[in-house]
């Protein structure tokens, strides 16, 4: 695993690496495959040890909408698994994903009895849902940047050739229709890619997108 120093696992120290490695399973998901779905009763959570997990909710009316894009070293499921909820999302392997899952109960304990487990993770939740006030108010979750950076990733994560070289994506789709894809209008998504043309993360042209920092988009995207 070569997980981002921002993410869970990249945050803890080697003592609870261990820890929740001895009372976990790994399991490899195919791409398309599900993780779990929404309303599912909780019996672990997930921390991902390669490939991309896409984060779903549904709207009112049956629309799906990939709100996050989770990659290695990020945690899934952990709220719901921690207090016995069902869960609040599905979750779908993007490419071919490889997980340890944590029982609740031992996940729970282990919480519990360590504290330094605990403060990694309440730092990770702070990052991801902290500046992000109302997540769920509109379609769901998440804002209207945020899906377009999470639809960016995953339309990235599909066209790269790992050669290196900045991904070139060609979609097929007016900015009117990725809009609409992203449940956002065409207005917010321009400035979600000035945003991004600003960083450097991205540029764009007639009908293509070229992403630079494919790392830096993924963080963006989780």
Request: proline letters at 3%; a positive charge.
């Amino acid at each position: 695993m070569d997980p981002s120093p921002d993410s869970f696992w990249g945050s803890l120290a080697i003592a609870e690496r261990h820890a929740l490695e001895q009372i976990s399973a790994r399991r490899q998901y195919a791409p398309g495959e599900y993780l779990c779905h929404e309303g599912d009763q909780s019996k672990h959570a997930f921390i991902l040890i390669s490939g991309h997990v896409q984060v779903i909710y549904y709207t009112e009316d049956g629309r799906e909408l990939v709100v996050a894009l989770r990659t290695a070293g990020d945690i899934l499921g952990e709220v719901a698994a921690l207090h016995g909820l069902p869960r609040t999302a599905t979750l779908r392997a993007l490419d071919k994903v490889e997980a340890i899952t944590v029982p609740s109960n031992r996940f729970t304990h282990l919480c519990q009895t360590r504290a330094k487990l605990t403060w990694t993770l309440l730092g990770v939740q702070y990052a991801r849902f902290g500046g992000t006030t109302g997540r769920h108010a509109e379609y769901g979750g998440g804002s209207a940047s945020q899906r377009v950076y999470t639809q960016l990733a995953q339309m990235a994560v599909e066209h790269d050739k790992g050669d290196g070289n900045p991904i070139e994506i060609k979609a097929g789709m007016t900015q009117q229709q990725l809009a609409d894809s992203a449940a956002t209008s065409r207005e917010s998504y321009a400035r979600a890619l000035r945003v991004l043309r600003d960083k450097g993360i991205i540029s764009t042209g007639r009908s293509w997108i070229r992403v630079h920092k494919l790392a830096e988009l993924r963080r963006m995207a989780r």
